[in-house]
């Protein structure tokens, strides 16, 4: 079984600069996650798709972040513009389950996004 | 409020030593728990998962962890450390119902060994 598939693997750009992470989850999974994980810190959850539906995205600066996920499968995170506070790793994470039930998160590698 | 506290922000251990790595957490109701193990570079690897039942749950490179209700803990256990081992550990927690399954996050613990 394939696994969370995400890319660019790395990016690096100057502030006011856009940028767009794009994610694959694995086959199946309804449930796709944006997280920004800053050096030294856990992750923090951006936004959580259902199927194609936007579950929580209380913490996605939406002045300048956007996300969708239009046919329920891959997703694309952009942003525009990005400022130095950016530089943080990028994660997806993509889950099974749409309601009821255990529901672990299964991660892609991450974008590392460097803005100077 | 709900929280996730990981007290040991760095350890260092000696290559086959023994391990545990500590998760308290403040919930309003039993969680989900979860353990995620980051090494340098790589996204997020599942190591083990509690959700009922059996109090002491057995995961992935030889690591288990055990839940305490009264104590609001889930620590992390390893017999013997590898050197492999040396890498970030996340404890998570989660909600048991509902279609928003947002995990709480510790602040991880990073782990170097010895040789």
């Known amino acids: 079984e394939a696994g969370v598939a995400q890319s660019p693997r790395y990016k690096i750009i100057e502030k006011r600069q856009s940028v767009a992470f794009w994610c694959n989850p694995i086959?199946?999974?309804?449930?796709l996650y944006w997280y920004q994980q800053i050096l030294g810190q856990g992750p923090k959850l951006l936004i959580q798709f259902q199927n194609n539906g936007v579950v929580d995205d209380s913490q996605l600066p939406k002045d300048r972040f956007s996300a969708e996920r239009l046919k329920g499968v891959d997703s694309t995170l952009k942003i525009q513009p990005a400022k130095l506070e950016d530089s943080a790793v990028y994660l997806c994470?993509?889950?099974?389950?749409?309601?009821?039930?255990?529901?672990?998160?299964?991660f892609g590698p991450g974008t590392r996004l460097t803005v100077t | 409020a709900q929280s996730v506290t990981q007290p040991d922000i760095h350890i260092t251990v000696s290559e086959g030593a023994s391990l545990e790595l500590r998760c308290n957490y403040s919930?309003?109701?039993?969680?989900?728990l979860f353990w995620y193990v980051q090494s340098p570079g790589q996204g997020l690897q599942l190591l083990l998962k509690?959700?009922?039942?059996d109090t002491l749950v057995q995961g992935i490179k030889g690591f288990e962890a055990e839940f305490k209700r009264s104590q609001s803990s889930f620590n992390l256990r390893k017999p013997s450390v590898h050197w492999s081992d040396a890498a970030e550990y996340f404890c998570a927690v989660g909600p048991n119902a509902g279609n928003n399954r947002k995990l709480i996050w510790g602040l991880g613990t990073s782990l170097a060994v010895n040789p």
């Open positions: 509690y959700f009922s039942g």
């Open positions: 919930y309003g109701a039993t969680p989900y």
């Open positions: 994470a993509s889950s099974q389950r749409v309601g009821g039930g255990p529901n672990e998160q299964y």
């Open positions: 086959s199946g999974h309804a449930t």
